[in-house]
């Protein structure tokens, strides 16, 4: 109630403060400075807007490099909105409970809040109070440009129950679905002339690397920390299957639908016997053929991926985006220097099934607190970072001539002294929630005849994220969600890298024995019956 009285006191609050004036001197400034709206908009006043951002604080040079940007951001901000913007660093330690608690208190701390519906809880937040609903005239007279670039459609995703809570990063191409990256170069020498297309064509490029280790000079195929078993059983499972899970339930996305029948609801762990114990049969082959390391459950952290770097491993198990920098010619990538054939590649999940599932376009998205003392003007500042191309450089890219410039080609280059420990501002900024394609600039360093390549396969592939505006309601479930999570864990580990006893069969057996006393079966009804309530099925 109190967040919908401040919604109408908002738009009330809005009628009354446009007029008819124009830059004259009275202190008042237009929307359309931020957006390029008509009216106008008092902004006598100079306010500080915080936007709380997930990220260490900076110090020392790379401090002195961030106050700088700040300075210029804050008086492009000044002239044009009479406000300047303040970042509010939560630590990685700890993020998601200090987040949850900072907003729960909704005490003027904060008020542009990054957010996310699949990893910071956007959704519990909004349905909590934390965040201010935002009228469609709010949005059309303090981000007009914003409100002009976001479809209708896209606006409905920021919905819940009916009203808007966010403002979502819908114009930026970005894809987190994971795979293995690895040596082209030496895929084809294995007689894979096309490369890596299918789990059974990895599984030939392990046997050739490992067979050719010394050779090759490597220490191990994959130096894996033992941590990457969910997004390769997850990845098995995408790439024999229809399936597409719902972020947010576990951690290992285990309930879902299939690509025909999105709102029928299952769980492949249960189901797909066959195909599980065809995974833990060919993990068994991996172990034994020495793809990781003996130890690989207890391996700890370690630097698989710098060591990929400079040809020292064979493969890396990420996301789309760390194969964008792998497969580039960047400073760090010692291998192209040493190996002039030296190549990348990248076997996506879901690759043999054509199961490519588009981001969501609320994993990251800004929210305006329900305690912010000036919703009003923090929406005016979020507009010229998002869309004025001045903002959006220093806010991203950090001062030209210091943290980036441009070569001839109009293409972003570091200058020279730049150090990436000390200037770049992208780094500390962390401004994961209104990215924008039309302002980004194309860094140099990378092979966009590739990227450019794989982003449109995956474009001619894709279906939109199917599960934007569910919500699940898990307080009833919570606890067998927490079992289930630790049995996903014991077992997945065990089957994902071979380290299991007795055969693939019984393995499979017993994990599914497990998570059936858990109770997932009853997860799976419940969800189900949220699923129905959502989507009308």
């Known amino acids: 109630m109190k967040k919908k009285l401040l919604a109408v006191l908002l738009t009330a609050a809005m009628v009354m403060g446009i007029t008819a004036c124009g830059g004259n001197g009275d202190g008042g400034s237009s929307a359309g400075s931020s957006g390029g709206g008509s009216a106008q908009v008092d902004t006598s006043e100079l306010v500080t807007i915080t936007y709380l951002t997930t990220n260490d ?10 106050l700088e940007m700040m300075e210029q951001l804050n008086a492009i901000l000044e002239e044009k909105v009479n406000a300047h913007l303040d970042i509010y660093f939560l630590s990685w330690t700890d993020y998601l409970s200090n987040y949850n608690l900072l907003l729960a208190s909704m005490d003027g701390t904060v008020d542009l809040v990054g957010t996310a519906t699949d990893w910071l809880d ?18 059309q007279t303090y981000a007009p440009k914003t409100w002009e670039s976001v479809p209708a459609e896209h606006w409905d995703l920021c919905k819940y129950n009916g009203n808007i809570y966010l403002m979502p990063e819908d114009n930026y191409a970005q894809w987190t679905n994971h795979g293995f990256i690895y040596r082209l170069d030496w895929a084809k020498d294995a007689g894979l002339a096309d490369g890596v297309k299918s789990w059974d064509d990895m599984t030939t490029y392990f046997k050739y690397v490992t067979d ?4 090759l000079g490597i220490n191990y195929a994959w130096d894996s920390d033992a941590t990457q078993y969910g997004q390769m059983g997850g990845g098995w499972i995408t790439s024999h299957s229809d399936y597409v899970s719902i972020d947010g ?27 599980l114990v065809e995974y833990a049969k060919m993990m068994k082959e991996w172990d034994e053929m020495g793809v990781w390391s003996t130890d690989v459950l207890n391996r700890g952290q370690n630097t698989n991926r710098d060591d990929f770097r400079v040809g020292l491993v064979a493969a890396e198990q990420h996301h789309t985006q760390t194969w964008t920098d792998l497969v580039s010619h960047t400073e760090a990538n ?30 990251g998205a800004m929210a305006v607190s329900a305690g912010s003392k000036n919703p009003e003007r923090a929406l005016m500042v979020y507009d010229l970072i998002r869309n004025d191309p001045d903002c959006y450089r220093l806010f991203n890219y950090g001062i030209q001539g210091v943290s980036w410039d441009l070569n ?13 420990d000390t200037d770049n501002i992208n780094g500390i900024t962390n401004y994961w929630w209104g990215r924008n394609d039309d302002l980004e600039i194309r860094d140099a360093q990378k ?30 479930i919570k606890g067998n969600i927490e079992n289930i999570n630790t049995i996903y864990e014991k077992y997945m580990k065990q089957i994902s890298y071979g380290k299991y006893s007795g055969t693939a069969e019984d393995i499979v057996a017993q994990f599914q024995a497990e998570l059936k006393a858990a109770g997932i079966d009853d997860v799976t009804a419940e969800l189900q019956k949220q699923i129905n309530e959502v989507y009308g099925k």
């Open 212 to 215: 050719h280790k010394d050779e």
């Open 57 to 66: 604080r900076p110090s020392g040079e790379a401090e002195q490099r961030y």
């Open 122 to 139: 956007a959704w519990p937040n909004a349905k909590n109070g934390a965040f201010l609903e935002l009228s469609e005239e709010m949005l």
């Open 408 to 420: 001839d080609e109009g293409m972003r280059i570091t200058p020279e002294g730049y150090n990436s």
């Open 334 to 363: 010692k291998i192209f220097d040493t190996d002039p054939d030296a190549e990348v590649g990248f076997f996506y999940f879901g690759e043999e099934s054509k199961n490519v599932v588009a981001l969501n376009i609320t994993h």
């Open 447 to 476: 092979n966009w005849d590739a990227i450019d390549k794989l982003y449109a396969e995956y474009d001619s592939l894709k279906i939109d994220y199917p599960y934007g505006q569910f919500v699940p309601d898990v307080e009833n």
């Open 249 to 275: 339930i576990n951690s290992g996305a285990m309930w879902g639908g299939k690509k025909g029948d999105l709102y029928t609801i299952y769980s492949p762990y249960m189901t797909d016997t066959d195909s």
